[in-house]
Nanobody, 124 residues
Framework: QVQLVESGGGLVQAGGSLRLSCADSGRTFSSSAMGWFRQAPGKEREFVAAISWGSGSTYYADSVKGRFTISRDNAKNAVYLQMNSLKPEDTAVYYC?????????????????WGQGTQVTVSS
């Protein structure tokens, strides 16, 4: 049974930092690319960052490049999103996703499993 569980969301002031974690309690993590997506109220879910299995290649949305860092700890079956210099426009529910494949993609349709999401709110 695949289960992705996000944590680390919360309320932070603009310019602050948060670190999101995603734990995979199933067997998905092995050989799986992982991604983070977010959805703000009234908007579609959008790509934030992704990391491949094996090579560890990373990909970022232009809006977060230079501020966010995705990483993974394969021994712990976990993926992280370090978010620095947060802006009010980063406010959204953040979702962890996994796909049945090693290569990371930036499109949500490529991902097979999703967490329940964690709320990030950035106040101005």
């Amino acid at each position: 049974q695949v289960q992705l569980v996000e944590s680390g969301g919360g309320l932070v002031q603009a310019g602050g930092s948060l670190r999101l974690s995603c734990a995979d309690s199933g067997r998905t993590f092995s050989s799986s690319a992982m991604g983070w997506f977010r959805q703000a109220p009234g908007k579609e879910r959008e790509f934030v960052a992704a990391i491949s299995w094996g090579s560890g290649s990373t990909y970022y949305a232009d809006s977060v490049k230079g501020r966010f860092t995705i990483s993974r700890d394969n021994a712990k079956n976990a993926v992280y999103l370090q978010m620095n210099s947060l802006k009010p426009e980063d406010t959204a529910v953040y979702y962890c996703a996994a796909r049945r494949g090693a290569i990371a993609y930036v499109t949500l349709e490529k991902y097979d499993y999703w967490g329940q999401g964690t709320q990030v709110t950035v106040s101005s």
